[in-house]
């Protein structure tokens, strides 16, 4: 296939891919996930958190099949200890929570407003027990608590929005104060796509000449309370946990 036409072939593919996603999550919203609320289980939420979980496996595996990405994982046995953690990324591109989720069994995620008004995800993510982000902070945080106890992830990009190529990090410490008014820990996973596509900057049509690909790093678990032992307030606890995770990432993507 000449790269002509393997770049035509993708287009058409990522057209067909955000097509399918949009049209399924309108279908299973009528469909699925109401049948899902009426069947019982002892857990709904965790029920439900492991459906999306296989619906977006198989979405990122109908990609790779379609030749759209490719996506790679390193130190994939790290996510077996990712249970009642912080997972936290950086956010190079549109659909890094759904190559995360694919990988997360029981996860949890903290989404922004417009979803929840969007009608292809706002049933899906209603009933995976998503945190609606915006909320008063203490309800915020209360649903955080809620998702560790019961033993899944969380989710969470503490830049609060995709990367713009160029641009250096810009860490918030939303994710500071949630692990340390949680008392949990980080589990860090660095995503690189190379070439770069579907950032910030970018409409979804606007794909790379080469085929990009997409590698998840797994790391070692941060410890936040070790992190931040020297500070005697937990806004400089914040402040020098969100400095940290900031290095982190600069460190693991070589921006240093």
């Not at 990122?60 to 130190?75: A, E, I």
């Not at 993510?125 to 992830?153: D, T």
């Not at 969470?156 to 994710?175: S, V, Y």
Request: aromatic share 10%; glycine share 4%.
């Amino acid at each position: 296939m000449s790269k002509q036409v393997g770049y035509y072939w993708r287009l058409v593919m990522t057209a067909f891919s955000f097509f399918s996603f949009g049209a399924l999550g309108v279908l299973f919203s009528i469909t699925l996930f109401p049948l899902l609320y009426i069947l019982p289980s002892k857990d709904k939420t965790a029920r439900n958190q492991l459906v999306v979980h296989f619906i977006f496996k198989s979405f990122v595996k109908m990609m790779q099949l379609l030749g759209v990405l490719s996506v790679s994982v390193s130190n994939r046995e790290k996510l077996k200890h990712s249970a009642g953690k912080l997972v936290i990324a950086n956010h190079p591109s549109l659909i890094d929570v759904v190559l995360l989720i694919a990988h997360l069994p029981e996860t949890s995620c903290i989404v922004k407003q417009s979803l929840w008004r969007n009608p292809c995800m706002s049933m899906i993510i209603s009933a995976a027990g998503y945190i609606k982000n915006g909320a008063e902070p203490e309800l915020v945080l209360s649903a955080c608590q809620r998702s560790f106890a019961k033993g899944a992830s969380l989710i969470i990009f503490p830049e609060g929005t995709r990367t713009t190529p160029g641009e250096d990090l810009n860490m918030q410490r939303g994710a500071a104060n949630i692990a340390l008014r949680c008392a949990v820990d980080f589990l860090p996973v660095t995503i690189r796509v190379s070439p770069t596509t579907l950032t910030k900057s970018e409409p979804w049509y606007s794909i790379p000449a080469q085929k990009p690909h997409f590698s998840l790093d797994i790391g070692d678990t941060i410890f936040a309370q070790d992190v931040c032992e020297d500070e005697n307030s937990d806004s400089r606890k914040a402040r020098a946990l969100t400095r940290y995770l900031q290095q982190h990432f600069y460190k693991e993507l070589n921006c240093q």
